[in-house]
């Protein structure tokens, strides 16, 4: 189940940096919180522009280190709030999580979907 504390995280300007690892070693990359969406089966959606390295890597390797946070969320010691996620990612270029991303996002040329292995609260 994801947390309460990062849906409203979600809903707050902010940068999420997407760590992945290919054959050639790690790659990061980086969207917007308010790009985030969850699927009825509590996927992850980012929607991906270009994300090719990334793409390449998850290919090679699923997994995924996903973080992101705000200060305007209250945390666990006061003002600001993150989280760490782990998770299972795939590219998604057709069918309904795809459309579902195209309705909102016309300049996506793909769908990241994650599969959230956990979720922890960083700060």
């Not at 995280?9 to 790690?26: F, N, S």
């Not at 990241?112 to 956990?118: C, Q, R």
Request: aromatic share 10%; net charge negative; hydrophobic share 45%.
């Amino acid at each position: 189940m994801i947390p309460e504390k990062l849906k409203e995280i979600m809903k707050q300007d902010g940068v999420v940096a997407i760590a992945t690892l290919g054959a050639d070693g790690p790659h990061m990359v980086n969207t917007w919180n308010s790009y985030l969406r969850i699927s009825p089966d509590e996927r992850l959606f980012i929607p991906a522009g270009f994300m090719h390295k990334t793409e390449a890597n998850v290919a090679y390797n699923p997994d995924v280190l996903i973080t992101l946070g705000s200060s305007k969320v209250e945390g666990l010691h006061g003002a600001g709030a993150g989280f760490l996620i782990k998770g299972k990612a795939t590219f998604v270029t057709s069918g309904p999580d795809f459309d579902f991303m195209k309705e909102t996002f016309s300049w996506l040329r793909a769908t990241l979907a994650v599969t959230i292995e956990s979720a922890t609260q960083t700060w």
